[in-house]
């Protein structure tokens, strides 16, 4: 593996330049604005450091060239600037560019992790790093090093096993995907720390509709909760993918909005300062999650105040960007936040920037548009799929022979928007066509022509329509961060009733499971000959269809352990549970 342990060559250049600095070009610096929040004048203006899009900040007509329209836009305006310092863009990349319309959109992490392979999770993230610069941005929000401990979690999709160790191992990987290689595209790594170990139940936030502390609505009962491990689980289940993370290079991470023991990550100084900046040498800069600081207290002036202190040397605002500068100012004016504070958040933010090698190329590589959502992209991303499948269940079943007449049926298995699960288009993702790729189905027909295959989403066939064998797609409608949260973990109840239909019908049947973590799937897999993890596999649904029929080999291994039951859940109930899992970690057929 590749390590790009950051060589600080330009101490002297972000010395120099911090030098020229006015308070209020410091405090731009840490500022991170929403897209549709900020106009690119007035980004100049204020000599804002960075602006981001959130899931789905996508220009109206969503094309690659408008995508790299709107960030150039931001650039040119800082370049109006007194000291021309280059704006950063970001966005959440998290499998793929995954918000822009054709671009490919990869296995979310849960699947990559089933992959094993370091060195494909490595091209994945330099793909992506391509397809961020083509339009402009030089940053990625990923990749999450989270260590799901409750698939009850919605952002459990995200993080790539249960297991620390593979979590560094491919966290590692994915970072270098993006820094070591051409074009250098900055990572952050998220949700420092502990996000995948909150308690269920434990989310809260301050509601200022409300003036009080609660859950914040639908969903989040979670995620953003608190993680009540000590100190000593805390660091080796959570913290230990940073320190690896630190070590490859990374010179960017996210704080997460979750709490430990009660208190609001954004608020830790031990953790972030002391723990992080001190004794793990981290010399890159902390960006705060969207509006997180504002959960630290009910009063903006302390929230500014408790996380600048506490070590955050950006603020991803993400709205009022007028009120966290004036407070911020008057913040250093009185005293509360020391000069030599910005002075270090300003350092680590230039660092960065000139380890990107902005200031001589600000505008990223629009000559590399040609390449979004490219043929070559596409099959590194249908590898991935056809890697990442685990197969569960093989009753002399598959792989299908190319001249069988096929029933295909299920909610997922023409569905490209359900194959991709959320951060896709939109944050929380949507149903059916998206974007460009290909579906379950049409990989299926693509392998044995369509005169064999007969579909209907239902499993309603005519009674002439007669096959042996039956392949069933369903599974999980897209979600994300806390609105994914889930306590009951079941299949809906159409999928089952789809399952049924198809039992009565064909000698053999092929259940594949979307979705972006394990299920509760006893009564499925009872119902179905053989049965596969397909997890949620992105615009390149022909890899599934690859392993079905046989071209390649089923190599996937379980990332995340299947439990029989909810009382199974979290993972330590399920580790102290005498039946063990149904499938443990590491478990898959070949
Ligand atoms: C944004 C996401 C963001 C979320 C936070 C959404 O409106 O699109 O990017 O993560 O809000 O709640
Ligand atoms: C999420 C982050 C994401 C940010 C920007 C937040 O809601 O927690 O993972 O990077 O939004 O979209």
Redesign the pocket.
Known sequence: MHSSRTALTNEAEVEALLQQMTLAEKIGQMTQVEKNSIQPEDAANYFIGSVL?????NPQNNTPENWAQMVRSFQEAAQTTRLRIPLIYGS?AVHGHNNVRGAVIFPHNVALGATRDADLVQRVANITARELQATGVHWNFAPAVSVPQDIRWGRTYEGFSENTELVITLGTAYVCGLQDHDPRTLASVKHFVGDGGTRWGTTRSYSWMYGNWQAPGDGYKIDQGDNQDDEATLRATHLAPYRAAIEAGALNIMVSFSSWQGTKMHAQRYLLTDVLKGELGFNGFLIS???AISQIDEDYYTSVVTAINAGLDMVMVPFDYKAFISTLTRAVEQGDVSMTRIDDAVQRILRAKFWLGMFDYPFGRDDLLPEVGSAAHREVAREAVRKSAVLLKNEGVLPLAKDTRLLVAGSGADNLGKQCGGWSID?QGAQGEITQGTTILEGIRQTIGGAQVSYNENGVFADDERAAVGVVVVGEAPY??GLGDNGTLTLPAEDIAVIERMRQRVKKLVVILLSGRPLLIANPLALSDAFVAAWLPGTEGQGVADVLFGDTPFVGRLSFSFPRSIEQVPLPALKQHPDGAMFPFGYGLS
């Open positions: 899009s959130g899931g789905g900040g959440d999650d969207w509006m944050w994300a961060e």
